[in-house]
């Protein structure tokens, strides 16, 4: 059976960014951008220009960088926000403007206080306004599975008609169910007189836990883009995740009749990268990236995976890029070698300078770790970039005190704008201890939402990945450490937290509309 293509628009660095605390800087979204890139990803959504200056230069950088996949931004479907997405894109080799406006009655009526004919228009004149910036021009219909199907099939035709190539459909609010949500694109494709002009394309959240699901459904409807995200991160639940989508097409090729382009042994690097730098951990039973998603627990299961793999594994644990990582450096391994692995994993330095920090980092972790894993030189990249010395607070040392038996005590000293300072606290353990001493002088008023320890690879020297979720006046920030000693970690994501929030910039965007 001959394949047709199936186009993978990312979102991670868009609709993946507005879950609360995921926000990255510009230089982390290039990372991950490229990473992205060498996955053969065919679009990277990289951010919504006009919602803050940080966006508009993130676009505008992940533009300037990616050569083979096609760089979008989303854009309302208003001139101001066309124009700022134009912009942005413009050095871009390949650029996308994706600009949508909602069309559900409880949208039109309580959000956008517009008719359908308001609404009809100003979606036409928005797909010929980005028209005038790139022939790549993207319309979603907001909302569109609790849209009227006579409204959407009169919109769908006249944007096609403006000229745009890719129909979205998403499912805003994770409301459909497989069945109904893949019938419905199968009658408005028959239904819209034009619809062989534009590539039909989904959008799933997962309220229900159905975005995958949903997006399947709607291929084998007729559906040739799916719009996913690393890690199923997204709003609210998130959304359909990248990895799942990729890898049920490719191992259900029996039923599927289409193909992703996706370079499959870069999804579980891509995973870690984007779980370190948003400090959202994946779940142990995740599918595909998940820690135990290829390990077997029970006997049986063992015993029939010895005797043929087959019996109880579908996909082959190397083919996502597990068990690659294997030791690659230690503490002789020379520059030219380190400078190697990190462009095996799609990280250069634009500067000597850089790599020679790296580098230098590289030798500090080395010289407490035998063993120096792919994973452990991403998450040396993610604490160099949460650790500038522009920061407000910065660690100079921290000193733990535990016995069995009594409360813990730490010493902490910190530069905080510049002026030395040292804090004593005592806590139910070390990470509280520490925690107290920073906060009896940073008075940072914020609530913790969340505290996790993760082992970035395996053995007892393992760094450990500490995130910290603050809360501030309603701003959610994420802050992230690594080191091999985990109350350092913690403190380390401790001071990143507290430094996003004292820099508006860097806190979450907060988007009128979407
Ligand atoms: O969920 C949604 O509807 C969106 C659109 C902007 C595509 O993210
Ligand atoms: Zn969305």
Redesign the pocket.
Known sequence: MSKEKLVIFD?TL??GEQSPGASMTKEEKVRIAKMLEKMRVDVIEAGFAIASPGDFDAVQAVANTIKDSTVCS?ARAVDTDIDRAGEALKGANSSRI?T?IATSPIHMKYKLKMEPEQVLEQAIRAVKRARGFTDDVEF?L???SRSEFEFMCRITEAAIAAGASTI?V???VGYGEPGEYGAMFKRLIEAVPNSDKAIFST?C?NDLGLAVANSLSAVMNGVRQI?CTINGLG?RAGNAALEEIVMAVRTRKDLFPVETGIVSEHIVPTSRLVSSITGFPVQPNKAIVGANAFAHESGIHQDGVLKHRETYEIMRAEDVGWNTNKIVLGKHSGRAAVKARFEALGITFESQDALNQAFSRFKELADKKHEIFDEDLQSLLTSASSESTEETYILIDVESQSRSGEKSKSRISLQVEGQDMEAHAEGSGPVDAAYKAIESVVKSNSDLLLYSVNAITQGTDSQGEVTVRLERNGIIVNGVGADTDIVVASVKAYLHALNLLSSPGRSHPQRDG?
């Open positions: 979102t868009r609709d989303l994706h949508f979603s907001e909302d569109g979205n998403p499912d805003t959008h959240h719009e709003e979407v």
